[in-house]
């Protein structure tokens, strides 16, 4: 599966943004997707996550209550919606898709990647 992430931009603290990663191919809805972010200088870290099975959602301790992850097989897309955004959420993010039913935080258990999303958050 390819995966291309759009949506970022510039906004400011408090402000809202919506990212999506768009899937290629007909077998989108058995892969469970992840979303990544990488800060400069900073390892890549985990955000969120969808389970294809039963649409489980994961999220990372600093975006729990901000961000959510939902996904739309029919369009072969995954959305997150992030509000009350802050100046430590600015990283690209990064989709990924792994063909296991429970998505992995770590970024090793993906198998397909999809190209960065630049989000800047402005104080």
């Known amino acids: 599966v390819q995966l291309q992430a759009s949506g970022g931009g510039l906004v400011q603290a408090g402000g809202s943004l919506r990212l999506s990663c768009a899937g290629s191919?007909?077998?989108?809805?058995?892969?469970?997707i992840g979303w990544f972010r990488q800060a400069p200088g900073k390892e890549r870290e985990f955000v969120a996550a969808?389970?294809?099975?039963?649409?489980?959602?994961y999220y990372a301790d600093s975006v729990k209550g901000r961000f959510t992850i939902s996904r739309d097989n029919a369009k072969s897309t995954v959305y997150l919606q992030m509000n009350s955004l802050k100046p430590e959420d600015t990283a690209d993010y990064y989709c990924a898709a792994t063909a296991f039913y429970q998505p992995n935080i770590g970024a090793s258990g993906y198998d397909y990647w999809g190209q960065g999303t630049l989000v800047t958050v402005s104080s």
């Open positions: 191919g007909r077998t989108f809805s058995v892969y469970s």
């Open positions: 969808i389970s294809y099975r039963d649409r489980r959602t």
